[in-house]
């Protein structure tokens, strides 16, 4: 008894002086598997926002080894699961954990504060909801109410429960006390907002405003912050501005090694690819996202495949498939409208437009967000076109007002590049030709819209592409360099020297004006 006595004495000592390795070794030295669930309590917030996670899963797997059961190891490996993007199995362990922790236990909390966030990411929004205001009621401080107001904001927003949002919203705003992280994630919410029919529409300045402040930010909130502005600048194509954008985004993520989130950020990418005709680029950026999921099911597979769709209807693809889009069950309200609404797209654009018609109804009846909206207004421009309609028309103007006033652009892009009739019928009203010249331009179709009689103002001549300003010879050199190939694979494939494959590279990059083999392969994909 004295024995244990002392051990538990200096246990606690070590653990009062943060001497966690320490606690550790007296652990397993001393065969004291109990003592497991009062280090991984002390150590935990730590051990999370560092790099000690392999010590924190050593710790776990010994205490199962040990029969150890405790709510805190449950809350530990949810934390963990969160964190490597096994949402599923986080909720599972967080739900056990909420249900097992003395009500008196400071990390009560924090169990529902991770059961909401994999809730939200698995889909299960009304869970989400629930378990945030439980974490928010038992939160220990501000920060952690402001962590819980976000995390129910983004699954009353996933519901459009706009009302619900805004005023979780208005909290959060009086709440922040000068948190850069929360001012950050007040202006992402008004973002998110604006895709709602019934909210009020983002100011262009918002973001600016901010800007100042993004150093002093936690580097996932200015991720998820950055991420939501290249979307806003996506849907008003302006797909340049929203690239550079989510290169930044891109190169942060990976500098704080947080890979998870690129997923969403490769989707974004694709359909700023597609607004600039890089239809390839998109199915390489589908590609990675797909691979940065992790799964097979879900939001994010969703949205990778009604990306898919799109790309494959824009670039004219004839072995598209007229068969409805794969949603999986649970995803956003969103994603399932947004996939009626290509499907109506395909459908109108092949003729079927009862069928066109039909999937537009669903869309509108699936979701409240603009993206939607916009789109099925113009697939109903479409089918009244291939009807020879006389309302085709005002059903373009009216689907370009709406755009207009909810900025809601690149669905616009999508319709006219699926169905360029569309813009036959705009070339007839010279204030609606000349209201939509700057879509055209940002999403480089002057030659499309010049064969349809809209001629865009200032429109430069087109430059030739890569392969027009290089050689037969330098055209095969650069397909095997985005292949992936060595200068001396690329020799022996071609039977020519390796010196020989060093000067036609030097020269490809002369003429492209890159700086080096991957530069030069980037843009081969770019401007295919």
């Known amino acids: 008894p004295d024995r244990v006595a002392l051990i538990d004495e200096l246990a606690e000592a070590l653990l009062a002086n943060d001497h966690w390795d320490d606690v550790w070794r007296l652990i397993q030295d001393c065969d004291r598997p109990d003592l497991l669930p009062g280090l991984i309590e002390r150590s935990l917030p730590t051990l999370l926002d560092g790099s000690r996670l392999p010590a ?303 999937y537009a109804v669903h869309a509108n009846e699936s979701t409240k967000f603009t993206d939607t909206l916009a789109l099925t207004g113009f697939v109903r421009a479409i089918v009244a076109c291939r009807s020879d309609s006389a309302e085709a028309e005002s059903l373009i103007t009216s689907a370009i007002r709406f755009a207009t006033e909810r900025r809601r652009w690149n669905q616009f892009v999508w319709a006219y590049r699926a169905y360029p009739g569309l813009l036959d019928i705009a070339a007839n009203e010279p204030e609606l030709a000349l209201g939509i010249q700057p879509i055209l331009r940002s999403a480089r179709d002057a030659q499309l819209a010049a064969r349809h009689g809209i001629e865009l103002r200032g429109s430069s001549a087109p430059q030739p592409s890569s392969d027009e300003r290089l050689t037969p010879r330098e055209r095969e050199v650069l397909r095997l360099a985005v292949e992936g190939l060595s200068n001396k694979e690329i020799a022996a494939r071609l039977f020519i020297s390796e010196v020989t494959v060093k000067v036609h590279l030097r020269h490809i990059y002369e003429k492209l004006g890159v700086r080096n083999r991957t530069e030069a392969a980037l843009h081969a994909v770019y401007c295919e």
């Not at 300045?205 to 979307?231: G, K, M, N, W």
Request: charged letters at 20%.
């Open 56 to 358: 924190l899963a050593s710790w776990t797997e010994f205490g199962r080894a040990h029969k150890v059961v405790s709510p805190i190891l449950d809350l530990a490996e949810a934390e963990m699961a969160f964190l490597a993007g096994q949402h599923a199995k986080a909720y599972a362990l967080a739900l056990q954990a909420t249900h097992h922790f003395d009500e008196s236990s400071p990390l009560r909390w924090r169990a529902h504060a991770i059961a909401a966030r994999s809730a939200h990411f698995s889909d299960q929004l009304e869970a989400g909801i629930t378990h945030a205001r439980n974490a928010r009621a038992l939160a220990p401080d501000n920060r952690a109410v402001q962590h819980c107001l976000w995390t129910e904001f983004l699954c009353a927003y996933e519901l459009e429960n706009e009302g619900n949002c805004s005023s979780i919203l208005e909290q959060l705003e009086n709440s922040q006390n000068g948190n850069p992280d929360t001012t950050a994630r007040v202006v992402q919410g008004r973002y998110l907002l604006s895709n709602l029919l019934g909210c009020h529409v983002t100011e262009e300045t918002l973001f600016e405003r901010i800007r100042p402040l993004l150093d002093r930010v936690h580097p996932q909130v200015r991720a998820s912050l950055l991420y939501a502005h290249c979307d806003h600048l996506a849907n008003l194509a302006s797909f340049s501005e929203a690239e550079n954008g989510l290169i930044e985004t891109r190169s942060l993520l990976e500098r704080f090694d947080l890979l998870l989130a690129l997923a969403p950020v490769y989707c974004v990418c694709a359909i700023t690819a597609i607004g600039l005709r890089r239809y390839r680029h998109a199915d390489l950026l589908l590609d990675a996202a797909w691979q940065a999921a992790g799964s097979t099911r879900g939001s994010i597979p969703t949205q990778i495949r009604i990306i898919r769709e799109v790309a494959s209807l824009l670039r004219g693809d004839r072995s598209l498939n007229l068969t409805a889009t794969r949603v999986d069950d649970n995803v956003s309200k969103c994603l399932r409208g947004l996939g009626y609404a290509v499907d109506a797209l395909k459908w109108a654009c092949r003729g079927d437009v009862n069928t066109a018609l039909t």
